[in-house]
């Protein structure tokens, strides 16, 4: 095994179980805020699938594993990606924290053994989106927003809950314009992000 996947696996025994694991997995690096939102993120992106016909198990898979790279810190994450031959934008090494979510992808195959396509895919977008995205990644990037990582509840997650209401492509239309209206407060503006909001705005009538 490669020696970075060796070293951060070292002393932490699988079990097969992603929840199981990934707890463990975190709980070994003391990623402890990171197992909380993982949880509330697998709950709710599983509730979701299971109420828009997606697959609620890739769901809550993802849900656990996408902040799995947490255990790299923010400044070593272009070493980690480039010795694993992920390929980054310019503007993912100048805000290496955005490389988290292809390294959490990266380590859900390596590691934790998904090979679900659908499943490393809404990992690898997960705080992004992307164009043509499927409705599994829609859900992960969805729930990472409601459930957010952040003091207290996300201050979208009124809105986001009142679009959601309508439809998972509702709620994905007005997070994307709530971000793209403070794209100047962004630390960096993600090909994928502008991508996907090109994408809605092209598929939106005047
Ligand atoms: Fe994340």
Not at 65 to 90: C, K, M, Q, T
Not at 165 to 170: E, R, V
């Amino acid at each position: 095994m490669d020696p970075l996947l060796t070293k951060l696996i070292a002393h932490v025994p699988l079990t097969g179980s992603i929840p199981q694991d990934a707890k463990a997995f975190l709980a070994h690096h003391q990623c402890l805020n990171t197992i909380e939102h993982s949880a509330r993120v697998a709950a709710a992106a599983h509730q979701l699938a299971t109420k828009y016909n997606a697959d609620p198990l890739a769901a809550s898979d993802a849900g656990w594993l996408h902040d799995i790279s947490a255990v790299i810190p923010n400044n070593e994450r272009i070493h980690y990606a480039e010795s694993w031959g992920i390929d980054l934008f310019p503007e993912e090494r100048r805000a290496p924290m955005i490389v988290h979510q292809k390294l959490s992808a990266y380590l859900a195959r390596s590691l934790f053994h998904i090979t679900n396509p659908a499943v490393l895919s809404a990992i690898r977008c997960h705080t992004t989106l992307r164009p043509g995205a499927s409705r599994l990644d829609k859900i992960v990037f969805l729930t990472d927003k409601l459930e957010w990582d952040g003091a207290g509840d996300s201050p979208c997650k009124a809105d986001l809950e009142a679009a959601l209401q309508h439809s998972i492509d509702a709620a994905v239309k007005w997070y994307l314009s709530y971000l793209w209206q403070r794209r100047d407060t962004l630390l960096v503006i993600h090909p994928w992000f502008a991508a996907a909001c090109q994408e809605i705005a092209a598929n939106t009538p005047d």
